[in-house]
């Protein structure tokens, strides 16, 4: 089964999201922090991460710096118009940008290409 | 900023055109100084006059004393020398020891005895120094002597010289003298003479003497022969010689106080004249040099209003770009903290329609009426953002149906209005921002929707727009516009809407514009709106 990591400091986003996934077939482990993101991604086999870029402490694109070995699909999230960290997330292999509020079908065609395979 | 002009250039600077002739000061300096010098001319002019006037009374003063002296002498010796020669039967010889006696009281210098011959007279016979038998006498003294031998009487000659000394002569003819004669006794013009008058003293008069009576001058009797009358101011006096009351008039031959004197008047005027043209001048110069530096002040008086407008409207700007700045960093905020809960709602939507019956009409119009509305508050985020920090393009390439297609489904259409967007399919691929891109198509459709309340049609078209370019059409057949709308419609906080603040064609065009792309409306009231996009056709370059 396909595993996704949600991470997002916003437990609304996080609800949903999981709630969406979980729709569309996937398994989902969320996060609410860099650092219980790290400890899911160390403790789980993720096959594709989304997360926020903006949280407290450190941020989405620090943890993706971080995730090295074989490296998810990291798809980033932000509700920045003008997201300064975008081109720093996608020279550190981000899969995918998305502006919020996207659409939730939108999300799952980048999940599904993520992956390589439907749900 | 600019620094404080110091060296703005002056060159090439002119003073004002209008002076071209003389300033009014000037005319005014150059009228009374003229006047002045006219004055002062005619002032001097009458001082040397009078001066002249004054040195002749005194001179005719003189010279009358001098005479009386000189003829009362000559008197007194012509009545013994008379005695001594009244001869019977005749006098050719004059005794030469006689002559110092003769001279006895006045100094004579000769005595002698004249006669007519030719036209003049000759010295018949003569005592003393200076006369010698046979020797004609001068004209002037011959005319005395004729005057003499025609009317009896005494007359003193005009002045001549004996020895080289100025003498002057006393004539007497019958019976002072012999028949046919003129007894001439010739006297020095010495005595109590002022020291002016022995060096030539007559050189500079004429001297008229009269006798006759004096109350009545016009009957006097000219004593010697001068030019008559006299020419110029003449100065006169009477005085009495032994019983006979005589007249002497006295004209200056030379300006008496000098040929320069003469001509001071026109000295003065001429100066004054050049002084005149100087003072003008100056006066010009300085009023010219005046009126060009006050049209300097103006001048830069000027350029530091202007400055001060620049600096005014600069701070404006300033001020605006600082509001702009804050409101930014305000929608940067807010916008940060709607984004999150749009999402979630959104994602909520999505969640809802997923678990709601797909055959009820009615929840999935309240669904897309929920989306619609996320998706304009969205834009009106966007639109903030984008208007108070607006970035540069990232360009790349962007597939113009998928992104229509996005739109439309981020943006379901309200109820009552067909959208038709068949025309996108394959048009070329732009070169543009997607993202911002995205927000100008959102804003056309949303723009679209609200001019159709009552329903109408949507017609998204794209195609090919000449080489390397593309074209986006969004028609509506709402409302329309007319001119007056469609003149301000990319003004920002122009709207014409009930809701919304205005900025969403301001930013569409600014975006446009900055891909190097162009926006143009076609409307008219109650025939709907076409707004059409012509951007650059994506080549195959990633990044501009």
Known sequence: MTTVLVVDDEPGMRETLTDILEDAGYAVVVASDADSAMAAYRREPVDVVVMDVRMPGRDGVSVLQEMNGPPPNVIMMTAYAVEERWREAMASRAYAMVHKPFQARYLLSLVESATGRPA | ?544
């Open chain 2, 1 to 544: 900023m600019t620094e404080p002009s110091t060296t703005a250039p002056l060159r090439g600077r002119r003073p004002p055109a209008h002076r071209r002739f003389l300033r009014p000061l000037t005319l005014l300096v150059l009228l009374v100084v003229v006047a002045a010098t006219l004055a002062a001319a005619w002032g001097t002019r009458n001082l040397v006059r009078d001066q002249e006037n004054r040195l002749l009374q005194e001179r005719t003063k003189e010279v009358a004393l001098v005479l009386n002296e000189a003829v009362t002498s000559i008197q007194s010796d012509l009545a013994s020398l008379g005695t001594e020669l009244r001869v019977p039967g005749g006098m050719a010889r004059f005794p030469a020891a006689a002559a110092p006696q003769v001279g006895g009281s006045g100094g004579a210098r000769a005595v002698a005895l004249l006669q007519p011959a030719g036209s003049g007279f000759t010295v018949a016979a003569a005592a003393g120094s200076g006369l010698t038998a046979g020797q004609a006498v001068s004209d002037s003294v011959a005319a005395t002597a004729r005057a003499a031998l025609g009317h009896p009487g005494v007359y003193t000659t005009p002045i001549f010289r004996l020895d080289g000394r100025p003498v002057v002569g006393l004539a007497a003819g019958p019976p002072a003298a012999p028949p046919g004669s003129v007894l001439l006794r010739a006297s020095p013009v010495t005595g109590r003479t002022p020291s002016a008058l022995k060096s030539g003293p007559y050189s500079e008069l004429y001297i008229a003497l009269y006798v006759g009576t004096v109350a009545r001058p016009d009957n006097l009797v000219l004593a010697n022969s001068l030019q008559l009358p006299l020419p110029g101011p003449t100065a006169s006096e009477s005085f009495k010689l032994g019983q006979s009351p005589w007249f002497l008039q006295v004209a200056a031959r030379q300006p008496l106080v000098g040929s320069v004197a003469g001509r001071a008047g026109w000295f003065v005027l001429g100066g004054g004249l050049l002084l005149a043209l100087l003072v003008g001048l100056l006066t010009e110069l300085v009023g010219r040099r005046g009126d060009y530096a006050m049209a300097m002040v103006d001048e830069r008086t000027g350029e530091l209003r202007a400055s001060l407008d620049e600096l005014a409207a600069t701070q404006a700007q300033l001020v605006d770009r600082e509001r702009l700045a804050a409101i930014g960093q305000l929608a940067s905020a807010v916008g940060h903290e709607l984004r999150n809960p749009l999402g979630v709602i959104s994602n909520s939507l999505y969640l809802l329609r997923r678990s709601s019956d797909p055959e009820d009409e009615r929840i999935r119009r309240q669904l897309d009426t929920a989306d619609r509305e996320v998706a304009a508050a969205t834009l009106i985020v966007s639109d903030l953002l984008e208007y108070s920090r607006g970035r540069q393009p990232i360009i790349a390439r962007v597939a113009v149906d998928e992104l229509v297609n996005e739109v439309l489904s981020v943006s379901p259409a309200p109820e009552g209005i067909a959208v038709s967007s068949n025309g996108v399919a394959g048009a070329p691929s732009v070169a543009a921002d997607r993202d911002q891109l995205r927000q100008v198509m959102l804003n056309l459709v949303t723009n679209a929707y609200d001019a159709m309340p009552e329903g109408g049609a949507l017609t998204v078209d794209a195609g090919p727009d000449g080489p390397g370019r593309v074209r986006i059409e969004v028609a509506d057949t709402g409302a329309g516009m007319d001119s007056d709308t469609r003149a301000k419609v990319f003004e920002p906080f122009f709207t014409t809407k009930a809701r919304g603040v205005g900025l969403g064609l301001a930013v569409s065009a600014r975006i446009v514009g900055a891909h190097d792309g162009t926006i143009q409306i076609e409307s008219s009231p109650g025939s709907g709106s076409t707004f059409t996009l012509v951007l650059p056709a994506f080549t195959g370059e990633e990044d501009a």
